[in-house]
Protein backbone atom coordinates (compact mmCIF):
# COMPACT_ATOMS: atom_id res chain seq x y z
CA UNK A 1 0.00 0.00 0.00
CA UNK A 2 1.00 3.40 -0.75
CA UNK A 3 1.14 4.39 3.15
CA UNK A 4 3.75 6.60 5.19
CA UNK A 5 5.81 3.57 5.36
CA UNK A 6 7.01 3.45 1.76
CA UNK A 7 9.79 6.13 2.45
CA UNK A 8 12.12 5.37 -0.50
CA UNK A 9 13.34 8.56 -1.86
CA UNK A 10 11.19 10.51 0.04
CA UNK A 11 12.38 14.49 0.83
CA UNK A 12 12.22 16.74 3.38
CA UNK A 13 12.69 13.80 6.40
CA UNK A 14 16.18 15.88 7.77
CA UNK A 15 19.53 14.56 8.49
CA UNK A 16 19.96 10.85 9.71
CA UNK A 17 21.62 11.99 12.69
CA UNK A 18 23.44 9.41 14.82
CA UNK A 19 23.70 9.07 17.97
CA UNK A 20 27.55 7.87 19.58
CA UNK A 21 27.37 5.11 22.08
CA UNK A 22 23.40 4.43 21.26
CA UNK A 23 22.04 2.22 23.99
CA UNK A 24 20.20 -0.74 23.25
CA UNK A 25 16.64 0.83 24.60
CA UNK A 26 16.25 4.30 25.39
CA UNK A 27 13.80 3.85 28.08
CA UNK A 28 12.32 0.94 29.91
CA UNK A 29 8.62 1.16 28.27
CA UNK A 30 10.88 0.15 24.60
CA UNK A 31 11.90 -2.85 26.28
CA UNK A 32 8.60 -4.19 27.13
CA UNK A 33 7.00 -2.90 23.96
CA UNK A 34 9.72 -5.11 22.26
CA UNK A 35 9.01 -8.20 24.43
CA UNK A 36 5.13 -7.48 23.84
CA UNK A 37 5.56 -7.81 20.37
CA UNK A 38 7.63 -10.69 20.36
CA UNK A 39 5.44 -12.24 23.08
CA UNK A 40 2.39 -11.97 21.39
CA UNK A 41 3.58 -12.76 17.81
CA UNK A 42 4.14 -16.75 19.87
CA UNK A 43 -0.05 -16.92 19.68
CA UNK A 44 0.43 -17.86 16.27
CA UNK A 45 -2.92 -15.87 15.41
CA UNK A 46 -0.90 -13.85 12.53
CA UNK A 47 1.99 -13.56 10.03
CA UNK A 48 4.74 -11.16 9.83
CA UNK A 49 3.13 -9.81 7.14
CA UNK A 50 0.32 -8.81 8.62
CA UNK A 51 1.69 -7.47 11.51
CA UNK A 52 3.63 -5.74 8.72
CA UNK A 53 0.35 -4.41 7.05
CA UNK A 54 -1.30 -2.83 10.63
CA UNK A 55 2.18 -1.09 11.45
CA UNK A 56 2.27 0.48 7.68
CA UNK A 57 -2.01 1.24 8.05
CA UNK A 58 -1.34 3.51 10.23
CA UNK A 59 -2.40 7.42 9.63
CA UNK A 60 0.34 8.86 8.14
CA UNK A 61 0.59 11.52 10.38
CA UNK A 62 0.47 8.68 13.43
CA UNK A 63 3.42 6.74 11.50
CA UNK A 64 5.24 9.59 10.76
CA UNK A 65 5.71 11.37 14.37
CA UNK A 66 5.68 7.96 15.95
CA UNK A 67 8.90 6.09 17.21
CA UNK A 68 9.84 2.98 15.95
CA UNK A 69 8.80 0.92 19.01
CA UNK A 70 5.39 2.98 19.45
CA UNK A 71 4.64 2.30 15.66
CA UNK A 72 4.90 -1.78 16.96
CA UNK A 73 2.96 -0.74 19.62
CA UNK A 74 -0.26 0.56 18.14
CA UNK A 75 0.11 -1.83 15.05
CA UNK A 76 -0.36 -4.70 18.01
CA UNK A 77 -3.56 -3.33 19.85
CA UNK A 78 -4.84 -3.34 16.17
CA UNK A 79 -3.82 -6.95 16.10
CA UNK A 80 -5.15 -8.59 18.75
CA UNK A 81 -8.46 -6.74 18.46
CA UNK A 82 -8.94 -7.76 14.87
CA UNK A 83 -8.05 -11.92 16.77
CA UNK A 84 -9.92 -11.48 19.37
CA UNK A 85 -7.46 -11.07 22.07
CA UNK A 86 -8.58 -8.05 23.81
CA UNK A 87 -11.19 -5.81 23.49
CA UNK A 88 -11.01 -1.65 22.70
CA UNK A 89 -12.96 -1.20 26.64
CA UNK A 90 -9.73 -2.93 27.89
CA UNK A 91 -7.28 -1.06 25.86
CA UNK A 92 -9.00 2.17 27.47
CA UNK A 93 -9.20 0.31 31.13
CA UNK A 94 -5.74 -0.70 31.02
CA UNK A 95 -8.07 -4.01 32.88
CA UNK A 96 -9.06 -7.03 32.04
CA UNK A 97 -13.16 -6.98 31.23
CA UNK A 98 -13.53 -10.55 30.12
CA UNK A 99 -11.48 -13.92 29.26
CA UNK A 100 -11.11 -13.58 24.88
CA UNK A 101 -10.02 -15.80 22.39
CA UNK A 102 -7.19 -18.23 23.52
CA UNK A 103 -3.84 -18.52 22.03
CA UNK A 104 -2.24 -21.50 20.28
CA UNK A 105 0.58 -21.32 22.73
CA UNK A 106 1.64 -18.50 25.30
CA UNK A 107 5.29 -17.93 25.68
CA UNK A 108 6.83 -18.98 28.99
CA UNK A 109 10.56 -17.49 29.94
CA UNK A 110 11.72 -20.87 29.47
CA UNK A 111 10.56 -21.21 25.84
CA UNK A 112 12.37 -17.91 24.84
CA UNK A 113 15.87 -19.40 23.91
CA UNK A 114 14.27 -21.65 21.65
CA UNK A 115 11.88 -19.59 20.28
CA UNK A 116 14.48 -16.99 19.22
CA UNK A 117 16.86 -19.16 18.20
CA UNK A 118 14.81 -20.97 15.88
CA UNK A 119 13.29 -18.02 14.43
CA UNK A 120 10.72 -18.08 11.59
CA UNK A 121 11.95 -19.24 7.82
CA UNK A 122 9.45 -18.17 4.82
CA UNK A 123 11.45 -20.35 2.08
CA UNK A 124 8.50 -22.85 0.51
CA UNK A 125 9.12 -25.06 -2.13
CA UNK A 126 7.60 -23.29 -5.32
CA UNK A 127 4.80 -24.99 -7.00
CA UNK A 128 6.49 -24.19 -10.99
CA UNK A 129 10.28 -23.05 -12.42
CA UNK A 130 11.49 -19.90 -11.70
CA UNK A 131 10.49 -17.83 -15.02
CA UNK A 132 13.69 -15.85 -14.98
CA UNK A 133 17.05 -16.50 -14.86
CA UNK A 134 20.48 -14.14 -13.90
CA UNK A 135 20.95 -11.52 -16.85
CA UNK A 136 17.40 -11.37 -17.68
CA UNK A 137 16.10 -7.94 -18.20
CA UNK A 138 12.98 -7.15 -16.48
CA UNK A 139 10.53 -4.90 -15.97
CA UNK A 140 8.66 -3.92 -12.40
CA UNK A 141 4.95 -3.62 -12.61
CA UNK A 142 3.10 -0.56 -12.56
CA UNK A 143 0.70 -1.19 -9.47
CA UNK A 144 -1.00 0.47 -6.52
CA UNK A 145 -2.87 -1.92 -4.48
CA UNK A 146 -4.64 -0.28 -0.98
CA UNK A 147 -3.43 -3.81 0.51
CA UNK A 148 -0.04 -5.28 1.22
CA UNK A 149 3.24 -5.18 -0.83
CA UNK A 150 6.91 -5.16 -0.84
CA UNK A 151 7.26 -3.27 -3.99
CA UNK A 152 8.82 -0.16 -2.76
CA UNK A 153 6.91 2.75 -5.20
CA UNK A 154 10.20 3.82 -6.10
CA UNK A 155 10.88 0.40 -7.95
CA UNK A 156 7.70 1.00 -9.95
CA UNK A 157 7.60 0.37 -13.57
CA UNK A 158 11.22 0.08 -13.54
CA UNK A 159 13.59 -1.72 -15.71
CA UNK A 160 16.52 -3.99 -13.78
CA UNK A 161 18.54 -7.02 -14.24
CA UNK A 162 18.31 -9.93 -12.42
CA UNK A 163 21.38 -10.83 -10.25
CA UNK A 164 20.59 -14.07 -8.50
CA UNK A 165 17.27 -16.20 -8.32
CA UNK A 166 17.30 -16.30 -4.51
CA UNK A 167 14.76 -19.13 -3.62
CA UNK A 168 10.88 -19.41 -3.59
CA UNK A 169 9.26 -17.55 -0.18
CA UNK A 170 5.80 -16.94 1.35
CA UNK A 171 4.54 -14.11 -0.54
CA UNK A 172 3.55 -11.14 1.54
CA UNK A 173 1.00 -9.62 -0.37
CA UNK A 174 -1.57 -12.29 -0.10
CA UNK A 175 -0.16 -13.98 3.10
CA UNK A 176 -0.56 -10.31 4.86
CA UNK A 177 -4.15 -10.69 3.95
CA UNK A 178 -5.10 -14.44 5.20
CA UNK A 179 -5.19 -15.55 1.53
CA UNK A 180 -2.49 -18.57 1.88
CA UNK A 181 1.22 -18.56 2.17
CA UNK A 182 1.47 -19.18 -1.71
CA UNK A 183 5.10 -19.11 -2.37
CA UNK A 184 6.33 -17.18 -5.21
CA UNK A 185 10.23 -17.50 -6.58
CA UNK A 186 12.67 -14.33 -5.19
CA UNK A 187 14.96 -12.52 -7.43
CA UNK A 188 17.34 -9.56 -6.73
CA UNK A 189 17.05 -7.12 -9.70
CA UNK A 190 19.85 -4.23 -9.56
CA UNK A 191 18.50 -0.87 -11.16
CA UNK A 192 21.01 1.84 -12.20
CA UNK A 193 20.26 5.06 -10.03
CA UNK A 194 19.67 7.06 -13.12
CA UNK A 195 16.45 4.94 -13.86
CA UNK A 196 14.89 5.19 -11.05
CA UNK A 197 15.94 8.59 -10.30
CA UNK A 198 16.53 10.65 -13.71
CA UNK A 199 17.77 13.61 -13.95
CA UNK A 200 20.77 14.65 -11.57
CA UNK A 201 21.41 10.65 -10.40
CA UNK A 202 24.45 9.82 -8.48
CA UNK A 203 25.49 7.66 -11.92
CA UNK A 204 27.82 5.75 -9.74
CA UNK A 205 24.64 3.98 -7.61
CA UNK A 206 23.08 0.72 -8.26
CA UNK A 207 19.78 -0.12 -6.14
CA UNK A 208 18.50 -3.58 -5.73
CA UNK A 209 15.38 -4.92 -4.45
CA UNK A 210 14.55 -8.49 -3.77
CA UNK A 211 11.17 -9.28 -5.99
CA UNK A 212 8.18 -11.51 -6.16
CA UNK A 213 7.96 -13.18 -9.51
CA UNK A 214 4.31 -11.55 -10.08
CA UNK A 215 5.81 -8.46 -9.59
CA UNK A 216 7.80 -8.87 -12.58
CA UNK A 217 8.02 -8.94 -16.60
CA UNK A 218 9.85 -10.20 -19.01
CA UNK A 219 11.28 -6.73 -21.42
CA UNK B 1 21.22 9.67 28.20
CA UNK B 2 17.69 10.67 29.34
CA UNK B 3 17.11 13.94 27.47
CA UNK B 4 17.25 11.44 24.51
CA UNK B 5 14.04 10.18 25.57
CA UNK B 6 11.88 12.68 23.64
CA UNK B 7 14.33 12.99 20.53
CA UNK B 8 11.67 11.79 18.08
CA UNK B 9 9.20 13.96 19.72
CA UNK B 10 10.14 17.49 19.80
CA UNK B 11 6.93 18.49 18.75
CA UNK B 12 4.95 16.29 21.26
CA UNK B 13 5.96 17.63 24.66
CA UNK B 14 3.51 14.86 26.05
CA UNK B 15 3.90 12.24 23.70
CA UNK B 16 6.46 9.77 25.70
CA UNK B 17 4.45 9.51 28.49
CA UNK B 18 1.59 9.13 26.84
CA UNK B 19 3.07 5.90 24.97
CA UNK B 20 4.37 4.47 28.27
CA UNK B 21 1.02 4.50 29.66
CA UNK B 22 -0.51 2.88 26.13
CA UNK B 23 2.63 0.26 27.11
CA UNK B 24 1.36 -0.03 30.59
CA UNK B 25 -1.78 -0.84 29.89
CA UNK B 26 -1.33 -3.25 27.72
CA UNK B 27 0.69 -5.35 29.48
CA UNK B 28 -1.65 -5.45 32.29
CA UNK B 29 -4.33 -6.51 30.72
CA UNK B 30 -2.02 -9.24 28.84
CA UNK B 31 -0.98 -10.28 32.01
CA UNK B 32 -3.98 -10.39 33.91
CA UNK B 33 -5.41 -12.73 31.13
CA UNK B 34 -2.98 -15.29 31.38
CA UNK B 35 -1.73 -14.43 27.67
CA UNK B 36 2.02 -13.24 28.40
CA UNK B 37 4.68 -14.56 31.11
CA UNK B 38 6.10 -11.08 32.13
CA UNK B 39 9.41 -13.38 33.01
CA UNK B 40 9.62 -14.23 29.44
CA UNK B 41 9.77 -10.06 28.37
CA UNK B 42 12.35 -10.17 30.81
CA UNK B 43 14.43 -13.12 29.33
CA UNK B 44 13.77 -11.48 25.75
CA UNK B 45 15.11 -8.32 26.53
CA UNK B 46 18.50 -9.59 28.15
CA UNK B 47 18.93 -11.68 25.04
CA UNK B 48 19.11 -8.66 23.13
CA UNK B 49 21.03 -6.43 25.69
CA UNK B 50 23.97 -9.15 26.40
CA UNK B 51 23.96 -12.28 23.94
CA UNK B 52 22.65 -10.71 20.51
CA UNK B 53 25.13 -7.96 19.03
CA UNK B 54 27.31 -6.58 16.46
CA UNK B 55 29.94 -8.47 18.32
CA UNK B 56 28.05 -12.10 16.39
CA UNK B 57 29.23 -9.95 12.87
CA UNK B 58 32.57 -8.65 13.62
CA UNK B 59 33.48 -12.24 14.48
CA UNK B 60 32.03 -13.23 11.13
CA UNK B 61 33.54 -10.83 8.90
CA UNK B 62 36.70 -11.27 10.97
CA UNK B 63 36.90 -15.05 9.83
CA UNK B 64 36.01 -13.83 6.21
CA UNK B 65 39.40 -11.42 6.48
CA UNK B 66 41.15 -14.77 8.06
CA UNK B 67 40.00 -17.60 5.91
CA UNK B 68 39.54 -17.67 2.12
CA UNK B 69 37.40 -20.70 1.92
CA UNK B 70 35.03 -19.07 4.58
CA UNK B 71 34.63 -16.25 2.70
CA UNK B 72 33.72 -18.28 -0.51
CA UNK B 73 31.19 -19.76 2.15
CA UNK B 74 29.82 -17.16 2.80
CA UNK B 75 29.46 -15.74 -0.68
CA UNK B 76 27.88 -18.81 -1.78
CA UNK B 77 25.75 -19.52 1.10
CA UNK B 78 25.67 -17.02 4.23
CA UNK B 79 23.15 -18.70 6.18
CA UNK B 80 25.02 -21.86 6.59
CA UNK B 81 28.11 -20.14 6.96
CA UNK B 82 26.74 -17.83 9.75
CA UNK B 83 25.16 -20.71 11.11
CA UNK B 84 28.57 -22.61 11.60
CA UNK B 85 29.93 -20.17 13.79
CA UNK B 86 26.16 -20.88 16.11
CA UNK B 87 24.12 -17.50 15.00
CA UNK B 88 21.06 -18.61 14.09
CA UNK B 89 17.32 -17.36 14.44
CA UNK B 90 14.68 -14.74 14.45
CA UNK B 91 16.12 -12.12 12.05
CA UNK B 92 18.90 -13.78 10.34
CA UNK B 93 16.84 -17.27 9.05
CA UNK B 94 18.01 -16.28 5.24
CA UNK B 95 21.51 -14.17 5.51
CA UNK B 96 23.51 -12.93 2.43
CA UNK B 97 26.72 -11.52 2.63
CA UNK B 98 28.01 -8.49 0.64
CA UNK B 99 31.58 -8.01 0.37
CA UNK B 100 32.81 -4.40 -0.14
CA UNK B 101 35.48 -4.00 -2.71
CA UNK B 102 37.91 -1.19 -3.86
CA UNK B 103 35.93 -0.10 -6.38
CA UNK B 104 32.61 -0.82 -4.61
CA UNK B 105 31.04 0.79 -1.49
CA UNK B 106 27.49 -1.70 -0.54
CA UNK B 107 24.92 -0.12 1.88
CA UNK B 108 21.81 -1.36 3.16
CA UNK B 109 18.84 -0.53 4.20
CA UNK B 110 15.57 -1.27 4.86
CA UNK B 111 12.69 1.60 2.90
CA UNK B 112 9.52 -0.28 3.96
CA UNK B 113 10.23 -1.20 7.47
CA UNK B 114 13.30 -1.96 9.75
CA UNK B 115 14.23 -5.50 8.40
CA UNK B 116 18.01 -5.69 10.08
CA UNK B 117 19.65 -9.09 10.32
CA UNK B 118 19.19 -9.18 14.00
CA UNK B 119 21.41 -12.75 14.82
CA UNK B 120 24.50 -10.84 13.75
CA UNK B 121 23.39 -7.63 14.16
CA UNK B 122 21.29 -7.10 17.22
CA UNK B 123 18.62 -4.98 17.62
CA UNK B 124 18.93 -1.95 14.85
CA UNK B 125 19.58 1.50 16.00
CA UNK B 126 17.21 3.80 16.29
CA UNK B 127 18.02 5.98 13.27
CA UNK B 128 18.20 2.81 10.88
CA UNK B 129 14.31 2.77 11.38
CA UNK B 130 13.65 6.43 11.40
CA UNK B 131 12.38 8.22 7.90
CA UNK B 132 15.72 10.24 7.19
CA UNK B 133 18.02 6.89 6.92
CA UNK B 134 14.87 4.92 4.62
CA UNK B 135 13.90 7.97 2.64
CA UNK B 136 17.47 8.92 1.61
CA UNK B 137 20.32 6.02 1.74
CA UNK B 138 18.45 4.69 -1.75
CA UNK B 139 18.18 8.44 -3.37
CA UNK B 140 21.34 10.44 -1.81
CA UNK B 141 24.04 7.12 -0.48
CA UNK B 142 26.93 9.53 -0.35
CA UNK B 143 24.86 12.33 1.19
CA UNK B 144 24.14 9.55 4.09
CA UNK B 145 27.61 8.50 4.18
CA UNK B 146 29.13 11.87 4.69
CA UNK B 147 26.63 12.25 7.96
CA UNK B 148 28.58 9.40 9.28
CA UNK B 149 31.83 10.86 8.69
CA UNK B 150 32.62 8.70 5.71
CA UNK B 151 33.69 10.38 2.29
CA UNK B 152 33.66 8.18 -0.64
CA UNK B 153 36.12 8.51 -3.11
CA UNK B 154 34.00 9.99 -6.44
CA UNK B 155 34.77 6.97 -8.67
CA UNK B 156 33.82 4.14 -5.75
CA UNK B 157 30.66 2.64 -7.24
CA UNK B 158 27.77 2.56 -4.40
CA UNK B 159 25.47 -0.57 -4.28
CA UNK B 160 22.32 0.08 -2.42
CA UNK B 161 20.72 -3.32 -1.07
CA UNK B 162 16.93 -1.92 -0.08
CA UNK B 163 15.86 -4.99 2.26
CA UNK B 164 12.10 -5.82 0.92
CA UNK B 165 11.78 -9.43 1.27
CA UNK B 166 13.08 -11.71 4.21
CA UNK B 167 16.91 -12.03 3.28
CA UNK B 168 19.25 -10.18 5.58
CA UNK B 169 21.96 -8.31 4.42
CA UNK B 170 25.98 -8.35 6.49
CA UNK B 171 28.28 -5.80 4.37
CA UNK B 172 31.68 -7.41 4.52
CA UNK B 173 33.95 -3.94 5.26
CA UNK B 174 37.23 -4.13 3.69
CA UNK B 175 40.35 -5.77 5.80
CA UNK B 176 42.42 -2.35 6.96
CA UNK B 177 45.83 -2.25 5.70
CA UNK B 178 48.81 -3.27 7.92
CA UNK B 179 46.71 -5.70 9.92
CA UNK B 180 48.24 -9.52 8.40
CA UNK B 181 49.63 -9.94 12.66
CA UNK B 182 46.14 -9.63 14.38
CA UNK B 183 44.69 -13.02 15.36
CA UNK B 184 40.86 -13.15 14.88
CA UNK B 185 39.42 -11.26 18.31
CA UNK B 186 41.97 -9.08 17.11
CA UNK B 187 40.55 -8.69 13.74
CA UNK B 188 36.76 -8.59 14.87
CA UNK B 189 37.76 -5.30 17.65
CA UNK B 190 38.12 -3.27 14.28
CA UNK B 191 34.51 -4.39 12.92
CA UNK B 192 32.12 -2.00 13.65
CA UNK B 193 28.39 -2.62 13.95
CA UNK B 194 28.15 0.31 11.01
CA UNK B 195 30.57 -1.50 8.87
CA UNK B 196 28.25 -4.22 8.55
CA UNK B 197 25.25 -2.05 7.51
CA UNK B 198 27.42 0.12 5.13
CA UNK B 199 27.36 3.19 6.72
CA UNK B 200 30.60 3.12 8.54
CA UNK B 201 34.51 1.33 7.55
CA UNK B 202 35.95 -1.25 9.80
CA UNK B 203 38.54 0.83 12.09
CA UNK B 204 42.21 1.05 10.84
CA UNK B 205 44.91 -0.97 12.75
CA UNK B 206 46.16 0.98 15.80
CA UNK B 207 43.04 3.07 16.14
CA UNK B 208 41.19 0.01 18.21
CA UNK B 209 39.49 0.76 21.34
Known sequence: MNGAQDLGGQHGMGPVAPEKDEPYFHAEWEKRALGLTLSCGAFGAWTIDESRHARESLAPATYLSASYYEIWMRGLETLLQRHGFVSPAELA?????????????????????????????????????????AGDRVRTKNFNPETHTRLPRYARAKQGIVEAVQGAFVFPDDNAHGKGENPQWVYTVVFDGGEIWGEGADPTLTVSIDAWESYLERV | MHDHDDHDHDHHDNHFSGIQARVKALETVLTQKGLIDPAAIDVIV?????????????????????????????????????????????????????????????????????????????????????????????????????????????????????????????????????????????????VTRDSMIGTGLAIPAGEAR
Open chain 1, 93 to 133: AGQMLEKGRDPKRILTAEMVPGVLAKGGPCDRPAPDAPRFA
Open chain 2, 46 to 190: ETYETKIGPRNGARVVAKAWSEPEFADWLRRDATAAIASLGYTGRQGEHMRAVFNTADTHNLVVCTLCSCYPWSVLGLPPVWYKAPPYRARAVIDPRGVLEEFGVRLSDAKKIRVWDSTAELRYIVIPERPAGTGGLDQEALADL
